[in-house]
């Protein structure tokens, strides 16, 4: 299986129109003049009612709207029986909340103003704004080492913003923009992802190889994933997509039907030599997002809790193949070979588990790891640390 990779691209966004002014056009059909009807034709068939026609129009619409979701196109609505009078022109789709409708039209409307193209050194990607004062959120591996970023909005206002933290942990990083620089400025909701659900809209705004303003939906197509970390460690709670994302989205939103951010684009999964979308991406959870912005805000490192063991499947939980020298696992006296079945009382059927049972601990507290050493049960108390910058 293809294993995720990083997402990162050269590029930033594109200077002036690529299209160097070819753009494509869709003419407007014009209707053909009728012809009078024979004298001895039949009187026509009465016309289809009017809900019928209005959702042919609107299926219509929503084709376009797809296609043409960066030109203002109209999106499919909910016919409903407090319709306008036939012959009334259709609502443009950002009039209605996409709350309401789930229209990816729509939210792209309303989201679009706060994702921001972010360039980094020699690096690019995407994040976007969190509150009016000026936060913008983004992935670690797009700032790097940079202490300043420029970013570029969708009305091509481009500022430079400070980096004010980073984790490398959960790969997600703080900037700040001072609003009386930037203008107004509009702010996403964080969305409660422990609610997300497989099968649900999503949406993903961001510069996939440097086209910036672009907007992908397809579906939630899982929950509860692990990816690597820019520092090797395991994220947890990651949430798998196939909305098409590709280098120069990460640091972008994953949007629900109430265009709500659900994750932040991250990883992609890649097939063969292929370095593009393959249909499998991951976000990091709002609620990581959540959790850690406020702390970096503050200015505050970021301590999580370290076992210190590296472990492969096993019959019935994880062996563990190496227990890190002078971690805590190893002074605890687990050792090689030692298959570990549950941590603090939760069961463990295979590695992911052994870092999701730590992951809400702390580091200086302890806890009961069992495991099964030449066919016997037995339990160590390990007390955990502060984990490394990097894997060891």
């Known amino acids: ?48 009612s009017r809900r019928s026609g209005r959702l042919r129009a ?61 360039r980094a050194g020699n690096g690019s990607g995407t994040g976007f704004v969190v509150d009016t004062d000026g936060t913008v959120v983004t992935n670690a591996h ?28 959960s790969d997600l990083a703080v900037l700040h923009v001072e609003p009386a620089r930037a203008g107004t400025l509009s702010a996403l909701e964080l969305a409660d992802s422990s609610t997300v659900r497989t099968g649900q809209l999503a ?34 709670s990651v949430i798998q997509t196939d909305a098409p994302i590709n280098p120069g989205n990460s640091g972008g939103p994953l949007l629900d039907a109430a265009g709500r951010v659900i994750g932040v684009n991250s990883q992609i999964a890649t097939g063969g030599t292929s370095q593009g979308n393959v249909g499998i991406g991951f976000a990091v959870p709002a609620n990581t997002v959540r959790d850690v912005i406020p702390q970096l805000e503050r200015g505050e490192a970021i301590r999580r809790a370290y076992l210190g063991v590296s472990t492969a499947e096993g019959n019935s939980g994880a062996v563990v193949r190496e227990a890190t020298a002078g971690g805590p696992a190893a002074r605890a006296g687990l050792r090689a070979g030692d298959e570990i079945v549950a941590v603090g009382g939760e069961r463990i059927g295979d590695p992911d588990d052994v870092a999701a049972a730590i ?30 910058g990097q894997t060891p």
């Open 203 to 236: 949406v993903a705004i961001g510069s996939p190889f440097g086209l910036p303003q672009t907007a992908t939906a397809g579906i939630v197509s899982g929950t509860g994933r692990h990816i690597q970390a820019p520092d090797g460690f395991q994220i947890d």
């Open 142 to 169: 797009v700032v790097g080492d940079s202490d300043q970023v420029s970013l570029q909005f969708s009305d091509d206002r481009t500022v430079t913003a400070d980096v004010r933290g980073v984790d490398t942990s």
């Open 1 to 48: 299986m293809a294993q995720p990779g990083a997402m990162t691209d050269p590029l930033l966004w594109l200077h002036g129109d690529p299209t160097e002014g070819r753009r494509v056009h869709v003419p407007e059909p014009r209707p053909e003049p009728a012809a009078p009807p024979p004298p001895d034709a039949p009187a026509p068939a009465s016309p289809p």
């Open 359 to 388: 992951q809400d601990r702390a580091p200086g507290e302890s806890v009961d790891v069992e495991v099964r050493r030449d066919g016997e049960l037995r339990t160590l108390e390990v007390q955990l640390s502060t984990r490394p």
């Open 58 to 118: 609107a299926v219509a619409g929503g084709l376009v709207s797809v296609t043409l979701v960066a030109a203002g196109a109209f999106g499919l609505g909910v016919i409903g029986s407090d319709d306008p009078p036939a012959g009334a022109p259709l609502q443009a789709s950002v009039a209605v909340a996409p709350k309401q409708q789930g229209d990816v039209a729509a939210i792209y409307k309303a989201a679009s103003p706060a994702v921001v193209s972010i």
